[in-house]
């Protein structure tokens, strides 16, 4: 997914101080532009507040840049821009509380605005529509990617859908692309809804990327409102599917340590890394506000670090697992990895003066260091043992000998990364 020789440094915590739900970014010629969730056109001011920065740490905020529909007060959620030739196009949803939202699209000349409604309801037919997400496949075709409610499953509640997108601003047909598949989508337990009761599930925010001959989809499921909201991810050949999960579950973000309810992905890149950005509640859970942290790996693999709480003090992401080295103390730590059979496999302590915390490679046996034997590796064997020796028959490089769990996860072997 990203070059492993460009490591990328980002904050551990919040980039942006204020409220700031629903975060996207776009690079444009250089510079970042961040729009999110917040301003809703109150008092005539511009709805969707907008920040500017030259390397993803330091933002420069710029006020709203979507002119409001009227002077009423209106709900506007999840900004996107897509770039066009010389023109930037502005997706949101607008509607009143959480009801009778639909799909709008802005256009302006720069990517600060003002963007201007182009009077298009981009979604009629539809009771409820949120979160777009415009995407260029690449054979230069658009589509729009968005949440809709759908009764007609086993889980009711909010799927996702896409359409094609013509000119930027008519939809073809929608198609439903996902639903939800596990308990951790519910949003509500008894939630009244279309005259009727439902245990409600879920499924928003998606973001999708081309990698490797794939499409991979970023979504949000659960309850925004709380710390059960998290990210899954689905893979495809085509923009309309079939999708598949290859591992079910909040297994790209959701709540560990200091993190509470992260959601709402968006992708950009920085130095030719993919950096994941999200929103995440603060501490007294007052507002979402920004974070952005590293893809490191392949979108690929099951299990990311976020699955062990005590990887999430650092706010760094591994789509696919390899241990990672962080600055901790006096000592780096050598992370090494989350399987979702066995849990966190631990940490090892390295010498904060080792070369091991400066690269990429196989780790040394001389930086390395196992205190308390590698015990989650069975036949207490420490992982710098496992690295050192050359791989057995039948292995390939980059692997234990440790068979594979169900979900098809091996341990780490012989690589890392300091982020």
């Known amino acids: 997914m990203s070059d492993p020789d460009s490591a990328v440094s980002l904050p551990p915590g919040p980039l942006y101080s204020g409220d700031f739900a629903d975060p996207f970014v776009l690079n444009v010629d250089g510079t970042y532009y961040a729009y999110g969730t917040g301003q809703h056109g109150e008092l005539g001011r511009r709805a969707f507040e907008a920040l500017s920065s030259p390397d993803l740490v330091n933002w420069t905020p710029h006020g709203g840049v979507l002119e409001p529909l009227s002077t009423e007060r209106m709900d506007y959620w999840a900004p996107e821009v897509a770039r066009a030739n010389d023109t930037f196009y502005l997706y949101s949803s607008v509607g009143h509380g959480d009801q009778g939202h639909h799909l709008r699209v802005a256009a302006a000349a720069h990517p600060l605005g003002p963007f201007v409604d182009r009077g298009l309801n981009l979604t009629p037919d539809e009771p409820f529509a949120i979160d777009p997400h415009p995407f260029q ?8 990617f968005f949440a ?3 009764l007609g499953s086993a889980r009711p509640g909010t799927v996702l859908a896409v359409a094609p997108l013509h000119d930027m601003t008519r939809l073809g047909d929608a198609q439903t692309i996902l639903r939800a598949s596990g308990d951790w989508q519910r949003y509500q337990a008894g939630r009244a809804m279309y005259g009727g009761v439902y245990d409600w599930h879920t499924l928003e925010g998606p973001f999708v990327l081309f990698r490797d001959g794939l499409f991979h989809l970023l979504y949000s499921g659960g309850a925004w409102i709380n710390e059960s909201y998290g990210v899954g991810h689905a893979v495809a050949d085509h923009p309309l599917g079939p999708w598949t999960e290859p ?16 959601g709402h992905t968006s992708v950009t890149t920085l130095n030719g890394q993919d950096v994941l950005i999200f929103h995440a509640w603060d501490a007294g859970h007052t507002r979402r506000q920004l974070h952005a942290a590293p893809c490191a790996g392949k979108m ?15 706010s760094s992401l591994q789509i696919r697992v390899h241990g990672v080295v962080r600055p901790s103390g006096l ?18 302590a390295l010498p904060a003066h080792a070369a091991a915390c400066g690269g990429w490679g ?3 046996s001389r930086a390395l260091s196992s205190p308390g034997g590698g015990a989650e590796y069975g036949q207490a064997r420490s992982h ?5 020796r050359k791989p057995r028959r039948g292995e390939r490089q980059g692997h234990s000998s440790l068979g594979k769990d169900e979900s098809g996860w091996r341990p780490p072997y012989g690589q890392w990364r300091v982020l």
């Open 137 to 144: 496949a690449p054979d230069g075709t658009w589509w729009l």
């Open 148 to 150: 809709r409610d759908n």
């Open 247 to 262: 591992v079910p579950g909040a297994n790209v973000l959701h709540s560990a340590g200091t993190l509470r309810g992260p």
């Open 300 to 314: 690929d693999a099951p299990a990311p670090c976020l699955q062990c709480p005590e990887a999430s003090h650092w």
């Open 331 to 348: 000592t780096c730590r050598l992370h090494l990895g989350c399987s979702p059979r066995w849990g966190c496999l631990g940490w090892e």
């Open 362 to 364: 196989p780790p040394s």
């Open 384 to 388: 710098s043992q496992w690295a050192a």
